[in-house]
């Protein structure tokens, strides 16, 4: 028989054993990972890929550097979690702030030429 332990719970002992304190510092530090390897892929992606060498070194790095972003989007999430028990215990003002961001962007796309 397995017990089955939630997310929320998950994070909650967490803040529990760590404090508030740490879990922020902990999702600093995982955002300026994440920030430094987007860097490394924004700066590799304006390489002159016509150029053979340039070429075979994108691909290098992206391969290696794919698995390490996906990575640190894991952490910085899991951290988000642990900011969103901190901060918004019943996750009410999560939604209702992610349901207004959301339908904007819906509408700035709508309105874009772009997709017109």
Same mark, same amino acid.
């Given at each position: 028989?397995?017990?089955?332990?939630?997310?929320?719970?998950?994070?909650?002992?967490?803040?529990?054993?760590?404090?508030?304190?740490?879990?922020?510092?902990?999702?600093?530090?995982?955002?300026?990972?994440?920030?430094?390897?987007?860097?490394?892929?924004?700066?590799?992606?304006?390489?002159?890929?016509?150029?053979?060498?340039?070429?075979?070194?994108?691909?290098? &790095?992206?391969?290696?550097?794919?698995? $390490? !972003?996906?990575? +640190?989007?894991? %952490?910085?999430? *899991?951290?988000?979690?642990?900011? =969103? &028990?901190?901060?918004?215990?019943?996750? $009410? !003002?999560?939604? +209702?702030?992610? %349901?207004?961001? *959301?339908?904007?962007?819906?509408? =700035?796309?709508?309105?874009?030429?772009?997709?017109?």
């Amino acid at each position: 028989m397995s017990l089955k332990i939630t997310n929320r719970e998950i994070h909650e002992k967490a803040i529990a054993k760590y404090g508030q304190r740490i879990q922020r510092e902990i999702a600093i530090e995982e955002m300026s990972e994440l920030t430094q390897i987007l860097c490394k892929i924004e700066r590799i992606t304006h390489l002159d890929t016509s150029i053979p060498t340039n070429q075979l070194h994108y691909f290098a &790095v992206m391969k290696e550097l794919k698995p $390490k !972003l996906i990575s +640190e989007i894991v %952490d910085v999430s *899991l951290m988000m979690e642990s900011l =969103r &028990v901190i901060y918004d215990s019943d996750g $009410k !003002l999560y939604k +209702e702030q992610k %349901d207004k961001k *959301l339908l904007r962007l819906c509408k =700035r796309i709508d309105n874009s030429k772009e997709f017109n």
